[in-house]
């Protein structure tokens, strides 16, 4: 995974799931499928990673995009419009949000 700096010119996504602990390792499952057979082979992308909160309510997903058009492309392509509605299937709510990095530490 690249490192996390202000100077990089890459489009950062950051994603939260909210769900149940019963449906938590379903999730996890869904999304590391997605990112291992579809989402890591689309133009564009960087690195991914999913962290889960010790109480399973909560999953977080970090990725890098070369452009916000390309994840963008990602999302409206007909496989991940059905994933996504399976993932919203087995969570409360989820929404993914771009950033830009404003600064570092460390």
Request: proline residues 5%; aromatic residues 10%; charged residues 25%.
């Amino acid at each position: 995974m690249p490192k996390i700096s202000p100077d990089n010119s890459y489009q950062t996504v950051i994603t939260t799931f909210e769900m149940t602990p019963g449906t938590c390792q379903d999730l996890l499952d869904a999304l590391t499928d997605a990112y291992e057979n579809f989402i890591s082979k689309q133009p564009g992308f960087i690195a991914a990673g999913l962290h889960v909160n010790d109480a399973q309510t909560r999953i977080a997903n970090y990725s890098q995009w070369a452009r916000r058009e390309d994840f963008m492309a990602m999302l409206r392509t007909e496989e991940m419009r059905e994933r996504n509605r399976e993932i919203n299937e087995l969570c409360r709510s989820f929404e993914p949000v771009m950033y830009e990095v404003a600064a570092t530490f460390g």
